[in-house]
Nanobody
């Protein structure tokens, strides 16, 4: 059974950091494009990053570029989202998702759109507040 589990969320002060994890079971995460999305109250879902399978491509939304970094650990079958210099605007539920449509990385807009993603985690809450 395919499963994605996010963890690492919590409450942090502005300017602080968190590292989210997305652990996969039942399949090899390295065979898929992996993306992170977030949903803030009253706002549309936002794609914030997507990382290609093995093409070296990683996209970030402008809202997080320079502050967030995605990395993979194949041995742990996990993808991480390092979030630095957090602001209250980063408060949201964060989800990871995967797609087998490897060529999605040829188009940044599609890569950061939720519509081609096959499996999703349950989300982890991030709250940034003083």
């Amino acid at each position: 059974q395919w499963q994605l589990v996010e963890s690492g969320g919590g409450l942090v002060q502005p300017g602080g950091s968190l590292r989210l994890s997305c652990a996969a079971s039942g399949f090899t995460l390295g065979d898929f494009v992996v993306a992170w999305f977030r949903q803030a109250p009253g706002k549309e879902q936002e794609g914030i990053s997507c990382a290609g399978k093995d093409d070296g491509i990683t996209y970030y939304a402008d809202s997080v570029k320079g502050r967030f970094t995605v990395s993979r650990d194949g041995a742990k079958n996990t993808v991480f989202l390092q979030m630095d210099n957090l602001t209250p605007e980063d408060t949201a539920i964060y989800y990871c998702a995967v797609t087998s449509f490897i060529r999605i990385t040829s188009d940044q807009k599609k890569c950061l759109s939720p519509y081609r993603y096959d499996a999703w985690g349950q989300g982890t809450q991030v709250a940034v507040s003083a």
